[in-house]
């Protein structure tokens, strides 16, 4: 089953350009560790890092399907930061894996406890059988 | 270099398939080492794919395996030998010239049992036991698992090692199951074989060309493991279920993808081949005395294979098969399914009255299976409105795309005929 971990950051971003150098690496440590465990346990399907909100564009169509573009306003809601698509035998895998998404370290080293959505991805039907 | 016998082709794709369980169970007896053979056996495979396009197929094809996975071993054994030094030898092309002739001798059809019961060993995931087993026996290259499952290729590699870690932990040698073992783990491999096929019959909607036919895949090691226990009445039931299963498959859906409920389905396309082999060998089954749930569930199939409208089909005798199941084997997916031949016997009231005690089940209360039936029981009584609630409901809860559309469509389409009457 696979299964779709989205990381929201409360107010985008929330701080981290401005987190002590050190923390940012432990952070990255982290996520780098995750995703050497979830390769070496065969679960991985895909894992990516999202730019910060600055770079981020609403995209509508106007008049005759050309796009209009307007910023996001990170300060107004979640933003997401990251996901992962796992390949995993349980729901309750996923969720474990989604928990230690959520308690990644942050400023000082403490968890940030971050929302993560977890989803399944939707896959064909099974047969018709019992 | 030997000449080159055979041109490459399909046969030839098909023969190098069937000849990696032999060159694996050869290779794994002489070194005693299941997991590494299984790494050698791989590469030798590939090096045929590289080798045997161009230069044609060998003389000796399972020789010339034979020996290029006895080098890889020695290769492997000796330390001093970097990885990356491997690595390059792989890239040049392998010369089969001296190789231990007793090793190419050395056949026991018992080999790919063997490597059935070991890659579907208990202390594995069913997960990891498909992709050993379609490697390891079906003779599938990682790329190719990792494509039909959609993952990474370094992903499902790291799958398959970490199958093979955890059956040499658990201390499992390379060596013929004892008649004792044979009776207790062949559920297993059953249901190995089962998943596979689920899988690939699932993943076989939409058309996706490009990937590896995974549900004939399980057929073939289903046929494989047939030809070994021919006297199984099992082994004969789950071989018979895929295949009247299989059968349906052209007429399972629409030209863009959209699934076809069984009552619609246009029957003329079903594989009239695939029935009466199915058929042929449910009968071997079910004359073998105690008959298993999957003998069970391929005579369920088989009633509805023989039916030519959906209309001529003995649901009276899909019930009593369903009663046979529900008392060999309860599940609440079961208890759902003998619902469905309850109503069609005596009508959609007592279906549904024979769903009422699943909402206490907490497999499946809330279950979008449950609410899809309850309101396909509904729309036959009548009850329109509730019944395109819970096809509504049951089509947020589902996880396939095919089947959520079709769910959305069925509830529009009975809202819509109810907004404008026949006039």
């Known amino acids: 089953m696979k299964y779709i971990l989205m990381m929201n950051t409360m107010r985008a971003g929330a701080g981290v350009p401005s987190w002590p150098k050190s923390d940012l690496q432990a952070h990255i440590a982290f996520m780098r560790q995750l995703n050497v465990d979830l390769r070496d346990s065969g679960e991985l399907v895909t894992a990516e890092g999202l730019s910060f909100p600055e770079q981020a564009r609403q995209v509508s169509a106007g008049k005759d399907g050309v796009p209009v573009t307007d910023g996001v306003f990170p300060e107004s809601k979640e933003f997401l930061a990251g996901f992962w698509i796992v390949d995993v035998d349980s729901p309750e895998r996923a969720y474990a894996i989604a928990a230690r998404v959520s308690g990644a370290p942050g400023p000082g080293g403490a968890p940030l406890n971050m929302p993560v959505e977890v989803r399944p991805v939707m896959s064909a039907p099974p047969p018709e059988m019992v | ?423």
Not at chain 2, 310 to 335: C, F, G, H, K, N
């Open chain 2, 1 to 423: 270099m030997t000449g080159a016998a055979h041109p490459w082709d399909s046969t030839a794709e098909s023969l190098l398939r069937e000849l990696a369980p032999q060159v694996l169970g050869a290779i794994a007896r002489r070194f005693r080492d299941f997991a590494s053979a299984e790494d050698a056996t791989q590469e030798a495979l590939l090096a045929a794919f590289r080798q045997w396009p161009r230069d044609g197929v060998p003389e000796n094809p399972r020789g010339w395996l034979i020996q290029v996975a006895a080098r890889r071993m020695a290769d492997m054994a000796r330390s001093e030998i970097s990885r990356r030094e491997r690595e390059t030898a792989l890239a040049g092309d392998e010369e089969p010239a001296t190789g231990p002739p007793e090793l190419e001798a050395d056949m026991d059809p018992e080999d790919t049992l063997i490597l059935l019961f070991m890659c579907c060993h208990p202390a594995l995931s069913a997960s990891s036991a498909i992709a050993l087993t379609l490697r390891a026996v079906g003779g599938l290259t990682t790329a190719e698992i990792a494509n039909a499952f959609l993952v990474p290729e370094a992903t499902m590699a790291q799958r398959i090692s970490r199958a093979k870690q955890s059956i040499r932990t658990s201390g499992a040698l390379f060596r013929a199951p004892s008649v004792q073992e044979r009776r207790e783990r062949l559920p297993a491999v059953l249901r190995v074989l089962y998943l596979i096929f689920n899988e690939g019959y699932a993943s076989s909607v939409g058309a996706e060309l490009q990937r590896l036919d995974v549900a004939r895949e399980a057929i073939r090691l289903t046929r494989s493991a047939r030809a070994l226990l021919p006297e199984d009445g099992e082994v004969a039931g789950l071989l018979a279920l895929m295949l009247l299963t299989d059968a349906r498959r052209a007429a399972r859906t629409d030209e863009v993808g959209e699934l076809i409920p069984l009552d619609l389905q246009d029957r003329a396309l079903w594989d009239k081949a695939e029935i009466a082999e199915g058929t042929e060998l449910l009968t071997f089954a079910l004359s073998r005395g105690a008959v298993g749930l999957y003998a069970l569930q391929a005579a369920i199939a088989a009633v509805h294979d023989e039916a030519a409208r959906a209309e001529d089909t003995d649901w009276p005798q899909i019930l009593a098969l369903y009663e046979l199941l529900r008392s060999a084997a309860p599940s609440p997916m079961v208890t759902l399914n003998h619902a469905i031949a309850v109503a069609m016997v005596h009508g959609p009231a007592e279906g549904l009255a024979r769903l009422a005690p699943l909402d206490n089940d907490e497999r499946l209360a809330g279950h979008y299976r449950l609410a899809a039936v309850r309101a396909h029981l509904l729309e036959k009584l009548g009850e329109f409105d509730k019944a395109v609630e819970l096809y509504r409901v049951a089509a947020a809860g589902t996880t396939s795309i095919p089947e959520r559309n079709y769910l959305i469509g069925h509830a529009s389409q009975l809202e819509e005929r109810q907004r404008a009457p026949e006039r």
